[in-house]
């Protein structure tokens, strides 16, 4: 596997890996673990670049004239998008079980 294979691959992975701990992130606010919760956002923000550093690559061939338009990179960039949402809903997710913890107490 080489070129863009690659890096498709690497975005895939990468944003994968970032998705499930902002997965994990909402889990562990449900169990009122906040201190987990954050340290999960911010595991998955530090692969999240990683795939977002990778798409920056392929953005810049492509700004540079060499196609690179492929279903696997399409893949990858609709994976690059999932996992940028998923952090927002866990943000949003920790944020409201705190309050219902707080009004619990």
């Not at 994968?16 to 911010?42: H, P, V, W």
């Not at 866990?90 to 944020?95: G, L, N, V, Y």
């Amino acid at each position: 596997m080489e070129g863009l294979e690659l890096i498709a691959f690497q975005i895939i992975s990468a944003v994968g890996t970032a998705r499930s701990s902002y997965i994990e992130a909402i889990q562990e606010a449900k169990k009122g673990n906040f201190e987990g919760a954050e340290k999960l956002i911010a595991e998955g923000d530090e692969v999240f670049v990683e795939g977002h550093d990778a798409h920056a690559k392929l953005l810049q061939e492509e700004a540079n004239g060499n196609s690179v338009v492929s279903l696997l990179i399409l893949h990858a960039e609709d994976q690059l998008m999932s996992a940028e949402g998923f952090k927002t809903i866990a943000q949003e997710f920790i944020d409201l079980y705190k309050k219902v913890q707080a009004l619990e107490k």
